[in-house]
């Protein structure tokens, strides 16, 4: 897989340029405990999950069990109180941090 289309339409590349702007790479706090000391990038890099972020509409594509599994994909919510940092009124459809 070179590109995959978006929802949007957008075509969004895995292979090319390096680095891709619309690629990022995640790493779970339990693999980032599992991994502390060690300093080989390349290791680091391989074990991160990849994600593909669309420039178009902010759609985003993550691959959990690498580029040959299909992918999972989110889609931006806008937040209307004020995002994860703002306040929280009582009876919202968040939960409480
Ligand atoms: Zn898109």
């Known amino acids: ?7 949007c339409g957008e075509s969004i ?3 090319g340029g390096i680095p891709n702007s619309n690629e990022w790479r995640c790493l779970s706090d339990i693999e980032f405990d599992r991994l502390f000391g060690q300093v080989d990038v390349e290791d680091l ?3 991160m999950v990849i994600f593909y972020r669309c420039p178009l509409s902010d759609h985003i594509w ?3 069990d690498g ?10 919510t806008a937040v209307l109180d004020g995002g994860a940092g703002g306040t929280h ?5 968040r939960p409480s941090l």
């Open 1 to 7: 897989m070179a590109k995959f289309l978006c929802v």
């Open 89 to 93: 009124e009582a009876g919202g459809d």
């Open 67 to 76: 580029l040959e599994s299909p992918p999972s994909l989110y889609t931006p």
């Open 62 to 64: 993550a691959f959990w």
């Open 13 to 15: 590349s895995t292979s």
């Open 45 to 47: 890099y391989r074990q």
